[in-house]
T-cell receptor, first 113, second 113 residues
Framework: EAGVTQSPTHLIKTRGQQATLRCSPISGHTSVYWYQQALGLGLQFLLWYDEGEERNRGNFPPRFSGRQFPNYSSELNVNALELEDSALYLC????????????FGPGTRLTVL | AQTVTQSQPEMSVQEAETVTLSCTYDTSESDYYLFWYKQPPSRQMILVIRQEAYKQQNATENRFSVNFQKAAKSFSLKISDSQLGDAAMYFCAPLFGNEKLTFGTGTRLTIIP
């Protein structure tokens, strides 16, 4: 069974640009979660999508947004990039039932110059 | 607010020995799940073990076991017969009712050959 996949592996952008990160969940999973792992800030919850809808959002500004497609894959968009957006962005997926285990992808390393 | 504390930033253990990583959390909820994840240098977040809060029996997964004390809000991870491949950052991550994992700050485990 294929795991969660993320692309690209690395992404380098300059301040003010937009970044798009992609995630494909495990087959059969309907929920996708995004987390940010920034140096010194630990792992923080960003967004949760289930069945195409945004279900929960972490304490991040509106320039962090995303969507989930009918095939349950997801995009995370970060607009007006700032230097502090440099981080590892981890995507996880689950079956979407209560308390379900989240399985993580390998992450996308975003560097903002 | 729900908080997670991992009081040991770094731990080391001799190969084949046993080590225990500690985690405490604070929540007013009665139903939740608890997870330990490991993150090796590859940065891939890997599930280690899961514990349902309503279960009194401690979860076990091969060489990994937990000591879950609900009243004390404590969830420690015991690794027996430590192997070189166990070297990683270990994160305690409760899953409360809002479907987002709340991560601790992590414990970096070093295995001494």
């Amino acid at each position: 069974e294929a795991g969660v996949t993320q692309s690209p592996t690395h992404l380098i952008k300059t301040r003010g640009q937009q970044a798009t990160l992609r995630c494909s969940p495990i087959s059969g999973h309907t929920s996708v979660y995004w987390y940010q792992q920034a140096l010194g800030l630990g792992l923080q919850f960003l967004l949760w999508y289930d069945e195409g809808e945004e279900r929960n959002r972490g304490n991040f500004p509106p320039r962090f947004s995303g969507r989930q497609f009918p095939n349950y894959s997801s995009e995370l968009n970060v607009n007006a990039l700032e230097l502090e957006d440099s981080a590892l962005y981890l995507c996880a997926s689950s079956y979407g039932t209560d308390w379900d285990t989240q399985y993580f992808g390998p992450g996308t390393r975003l560097t903002v110059l | 607010a729900q908080t997670v504390t991992q009081s040991q930033p770094e731990m080391s253990v001799q190969e084949a020995e046993t080590v225990t990583l500690s985690c405490t959390y604070d929540t007013s909820e009665s139903d939740y799940y608890l997870f330990w994840y490991k993150q090796p240098p590859s940065r891939q977040m890997i599930l280690v073990i899961r514990q349902e809060a309503y279960k009194q029996q401690n979860a076990t997964e091969n060489r990994f076991s937990v000591n879950f004390q609900k009243a004390a809000k404590s969830f420690s991870l015991k690794i027996s017969d430590s192997q070189l491949g166990d070297a990683a950052m270990y994160f305690c991550a409760p899953l409360f009712g809002n479907e987002k994992l709340t991560f601790g700050t992590g414990t970096r485990l070093t295995i001494i050959p």
